[in-house]
C-alpha cells in the first residue's frame, strides 16, 4: 500500500503532456541529402543544431519524399496525394498558376494547413513556396494584390518565395503582396525563351562581368536577368527596392519565422518553414564561408543549420517548449545543379546521398530517402532512431490525428495515418510507397524489394544490397511483375 502511494505521489509531480502539442513546425530544407550532414555521417559538415535535434528526438532511416524534385514533393506533402494525381505539377516557373487546393473548394480537396486551421492553430508558410500563384486566367499582377496565394489555401500569413531562389521573381511575397514594392518602379516578369526579353535588360550574356564568382552559369537555362550578382531562369525588370539579396536570404525569411512565433504567443502555430537552402544559387552569409570543409555546399548547409537553431530558440523563448518539430528535405542532393559554384570540385569523391545511390532528379533511393528528425519532449524518445518506412505524404493524416482534427472522407487520399510511427511509438511503417520520377521509369518499395520499372527493369534487395547495384531482375521474373502489378494499379 506504501509503495502504490509513493508511485501515485511521483506520478501527481511529474510534469504533465500536452494532449496535442502546442505547435507543430515543419522545417523543410532544399536538396538536403541523407548524407549531407554531421547527424547521418558527414564529418566536414557541422550541424549541431541537427545534432541536438536528433539528440532529443527521433532520427528516422527511411523517410521518404515523394518525387525526387521539389514542386511535386511539397504538393504530395501538403495535400497528402501522389502529385501525379493532378496535371501541372513539374517543376514550375516563377510566373505559374497555383496548384494547391483553395478553400471552399470542396470538402476533399483540403491541405494539411486547412486541416491545422480545423483544430485551432494559426498556420504559416514561410520561404519558399514553388506551388504556384494566382488562377491562371492571365498573366499575374507583381503590382497589386495576388489571388489566389498561399492564404487561399489555409496559411494565415505567408512571407514567401514565388518559386526558387534560381528563378525570378526573385522578391518576398507577404499575404498576396509583394514586400517593400515601389509602386513608381513596377515589376514584369516573363519565362520567354529569348536570351534577352527587353533591349535594356543586364543578362549573363549581355554583361558577364557583373556576375560573382559563384553565380556563372553552367547552362542556357540559367543565364538570362542578372540579380544581385547571379544570373536567373526568366527575365524580370523593375521592383529594384523589393528584390532580395542572396546573402541575406536565409537571415530574412528566419526573422520572419521568428516574428511570428513571437507575435503568435499564447496561440496554438503551425509553421511550415522551407528554406532556399541548400538549393542553388548558393550564396550563403559571409559568416558562413569557410565553415564546412566541403566549398559554398558545405557552408549553406551550416547556414541552414543556423536558421533550424535559430527557430527552435525562438520557440522555447515564447512559451513553446513543447513543440513538435519535424526537419527534413524535399528530395536528395544535387551537388552542381546550373551555376559553377565550385560545388563540384569541393564535393569530389563525397557521396551526399550515403550510403545510397543517386540523388534528386533519380529514383535511385538517394533520390526520395531523405533526412528526417522529429521531436517533441514528453513524447518522442531522446535519442531514438527508427528504420519505419514512411512517405511525407502521411504527414497529412498523421499530424491531422495528433492534432485532434478528422480528415475528410476521400481527402488525402494516398496518405496513411502513422502518427504513431511519427512519434517514434513504432517501427511498423508502410508497406510500399511510389517513388515518382522527374522523367524516366518509376521506383517502388515494398518491404526490402526495390523495382525500378522500365523496359530493362531493376530489382534490388535493399536489406543485402542498400546501394542499389546488384540487379536481380533476371533472376527474379515473378518478383518483378508482381511489384510492377502492385505499382501500375496505384497509379492507374
Known amino acids: 500500500m506504501k509503495a502504490l502511494l509513493i508511485l501515485a505521489m511521483l506520478f501527481a509531480a511529474a510534469p504533465a503532456v500536452a494532449a496535442k502539442p502546442k505547435a ?41 519524399s515523394a518525387t525526387p524534385i521539389c ?32 478553400e471552399g473548394s470542396g470538402e476533399r480537396n483540403v491541405t494539411l494547413p486547412m486541416l491545422m486551421k480545423r483544430a485551432g492553430y494559426r498556420t504559416a508558410a514561410i520561404g519558399k513556396w514553388h506551388l504556384g500563384l494566382g488562377d491562371g486566367e492571365g498573366a499575374i499582377d507583381w503590382n497589386g494584390e495576388i489571388r489566389p496565394s498561399p492564404r487561399e489555401t489555409g496559411f494565415d500569413h505567408s512571407f514567401v518565395m514565388a518559386a526558387t531562389a534560381d528563378r525570378v521573381p526573385c522578391v518576398f511575397i507577404e499575404n498576396g503582396r509583394v514586400a517593400g514594392l515601389d509602386k513608381d518602379d513596377p515589376i514584369e516578369v516573363s ?7 527587353w533591349p535594356d535588360e543586364i543578362t549573363a550574356r549581355t554583361n558577364p562581368e557583373l556576375l560573382k564568382a559563384w553565380g556563372r ?23 529594384k527596392a523589393a528584390r532580395w539579396n542572396d546573402q541575406d536570404l536565409a537571415d530574412r525569411i ?15 502555430i503551425f509553421l511550415y518553414f522551407a528554406t532556399n537552402d541548400i538549393h542553388v544559387p548558393r550564396d550563403p552569409n559571409m559568416r558562413f564561408r569557410g565553415k564546412s570543409g566541403l566549398g559554398i555546399r558545405g557552408d549553406a548547409t551550416v547556414q541552414m543549420d543556423d536558421s533550424l537553431g535559430r527557430i527552435r530558440k525562438a520557440l522555447k523563448e515564447n512559451g513553446y517548449e513543447d513543440a513538435l518539430f519535424i526537419a527534413t528535405s524535399d528530395n536528395g542532393p544535387k551537388v552542381s545543379d546550373g551555376y559553377e559554384d565550385g560545388a563540384r570540385e569541393a564535393w569530389a569523391g563525397e557521396n551526399p546521398s550515403a550510403p545510397f545511390r543517386g540523388g534528386k532528379y533519380t529514383v535511385y533511393e538517394g533520390g526520395t530517402r531523405i533526412p528526417m528528425i522529429v521531436a517533441w519532449p514528453g513524447r518522442v ?16 493524416r498523421s499530424l491531422a490525428k495528433i492534432a485532434g482534427v478528422e480528415v475528410p472522407e476521400g481527402a488525402c487520399g494516398d496518405s496513411m495515418e502513422l502518427s504513431y510511427v511519427i512519434l517514434g511509438e513504432s517501427g511498423a511503417g508502410r508497406e510500399s510507397l511510389v517513388e515518382q520520377p522527374a522523367w524516366g521509369p ?6 526490402p524489394w526495390k523495382l525500378i520499372d522500365s523496359e530493362m527493369p531493376q ?7 542498400p546501394g542499389e547495384r546488384n540487379n536481380l531482375a533476371e533472376e527474379r521474373p515473378d518478383k518483378v511483375e508482381e511489384l510492377r502489378a502492385e505499382l501500375r494499379a496505384i497509379c492507374a
Open 191 to 197: 519565362y520567354d525563351a529569348a536570351e534577352r526579353k
Open 459 to 465: 530489382l534490388y534487395n535493399l536489406e543485402d544490397d
Open 71 to 102: 514542386t511535386p514533393s511539397r504538393y504530395s506533402l501538403l495535400t497528402g496525394r501522389y502529385a501525379f494525381r493532378r496535371p501541372g505539377t513539374r517543376i514550375l516557373d516563377g510566373d505559374a498558376k497555383l496548384i494547391l487546393p483553395v
Open 381 to 396: 524518445k531522446p535519442g531514438t532512431r527508427s528504420n519505419a518506412l514512411i512517405s511525407q505524404t502521411d504527414f497529412a
Open 254 to 268: 528566419t526573422a520572419e519565422a521568428e516574428k511570428f512565433i513571437r507575435e503568435s504567443a499564447g496561440e496554438p
Open 24 to 64: 507543430i513546425v515543419l522545417f523543410y530544407a532544399d536538396d538536403l541529402g541523407y548524407g549531407d550532414t554531421s547527424v547521418y555521417g558527414q564529418s566536414k559538415v557541422p550541424t549541431p543544431n541537427l545534432e541536438k535535434l536528433a539528440e532529443e528526438g527521433c532520427l528516422f532511416c527511411d523517410a521518404h
Open 442 to 447: 518509376w521506383g517502388y518499395r515494398k518491404g
Open 217 to 239: 552559369p553552367s547552362d542556357r537555362q540559367h543565364d538570362k536577368t542578372i540579380i544581385d550578382g547571379i544570373s536567373r531562369i526568366g527575365h524580370m525588370r523593375g521592383g
